[in-house]
């Protein structure tokens, strides 16, 4: 497994060896002992979700003030533009993006650690999403901050406006949303 930082370098891409021939593939998606020594930390993932969204879906962006989640995230059909924020506001990178394409065809994860707001763009028909998480879902503790706050300027690679949920639609400027010190 290879893990490059992004431009924030506590985010990072993750590209799985992949083993293949005419009857397939075979990789190590996840193995604790490696990613461990890459992000220099112990984690504990307690949580396995999977989502499937359709074409120009965005969702987000999310996170949970208390409770706050790691993930390692990565598409197993179709490809999504996944987007991390950094909502630390003591760190030099406080209120800044990366992104990244995440496809089933490139299998590339990205590891989002806690403190970061997260949201994906369905870039494909449809994308199914997995991710695993540091901790619970907390619904009371999750906030989201607008996909398009012009603070952000995120640079969503799409030609029409996304379709996105009530909530996410609702989402607060990242200059009145809650954050981590």
């Not at 593939?25 to 307690?46: L, M, P, T």
């Not at 996170?63 to 630390?88: I, N």
């Not at 990244?100 to 590339?108: D, F, K, M, Y």
Request: proline share 6%.
């Amino acid at each position: 497994m290879q893990i490059t930082p992004l431009g924030i370098p506590s985010v990072l891409l993750v590209e799985p060896h992949i083993f293949g021939d005419e009857r397939g593939f075979f990789y190590e998606s996840f193995r604790q002992d490696r990613f461990e020594e890459a992000i220099g930390r112990k984690v504990s993932f307690v949580q396995d979700n999977h989502s499937r969204s359709a074409g120009n879906v965005l969702r987000g962006l999310h996170y949970q003030v208390v409770k706050p989640q790691g993930k390692l995230v990565r598409v197993v059909t179709g490809s999504v533009f996944d987007v991390a924020v950094d909502l630390r506001r003591s760190s030099p990178t406080f209120g800044r993006w990366v992104g990244q394409v995440l496809s089933a065809a490139n299998r590339r994860q990205m590891w989002i650690p806690e403190g970061f707001a997260h949201g994906f763009l369905v870039l494909s028909e449809s994308a199914e999403f997995l991710y695993k998480t540091t901790d619970y879902y907390a619904p009371q503790h999750e906030r989201c901050i607008a996909w398009n706050d012009p603070d952000l300027d995120i640079d969503w690679p799409m030609d029409a406006s996304p379709i996105v949920s009530v909530k996410d639609a609702q989402g607060q400027s990242l200059s009145a949303a809650d954050t981590f010190a």
